[in-house]
């Protein structure tokens, strides 16, 4: 009987050390990196000068430059144009979710506005489904980018996130 007890104590110390370590963890890796990601998108001035870079990676021109002052081989070349499409698809990745915060919090504002900003609601949707069109676009067109046979725009994506974004930063100031 004493041996029981001796093993549930053992075993809720041990369970109270796993749920204590696991809070630990989240709160000193993943809830950080959270807030740290939010820090990092409140200090951006604008969007578009964050998301500028992301528009020159896979210009044909640039491409071309770089291959010329390099004196790059076939191979080389090939290796440095797959590694400037993954950071092109890193920039997706973050364009993505910088508009789906700022899409987050345009539907929050939503929530409390006046019934005389309706227009945000469509102005809202028409601004996603423009995103999300222009994001599918890109993503098509980045396979047929690595075969050689299309060029590619991501003008209109970054313009898209920084409609979002102005409605964000003028609407509240109208409330």
Do not use: C
């Amino acid at each position: 009987m004493s041996s029981q007890i001796v093993l549930s104590i053992a075993f809720a110390a041990a369970f109270l050390a796993l749920v204590g370590g696991l809070v630990w963890f989240l709160r000193n890796h993943v809830f950080r990196a959270s807030m740290e990601d939010e820090a990092a998108i409140a200090d951006r001035q604008s969007l578009a000068n964050y998301y500028r870079p992301m528009l020159r990676l896979l210009d044909e021109r640039e491409l071309q430059a770089a291959k010329s002052l390099a004196h790059l081989h076939a191979g080389d070349y090939h290796r440095f144009r797959l590694q400037r499409i993954a950071a092109f698809q890193l920039y997706l990745n973050e364009l993505s979710t910088d508009f789906r915060r700022i899409e987050f919090k345009l539907r929050y504002l939503l929530l409390a506005a006046p019934a005389q900003y309706s227009d945000l609601v469509r102005e809202l949707t028409r601004n996603k489904a423009q995103f999300h069109w222009q994001l599918a676009k890109l993503r098509l067109y980045l396979v047929m980018f690595r075969f050689g046979w299309v060029t590619i725009d991501a003008t209109k994506l970054v313009e898209s996130l920084e409609r979002m974004d102005s409605v964000l930063q003028v609407r509240p100031a109208q409330s």
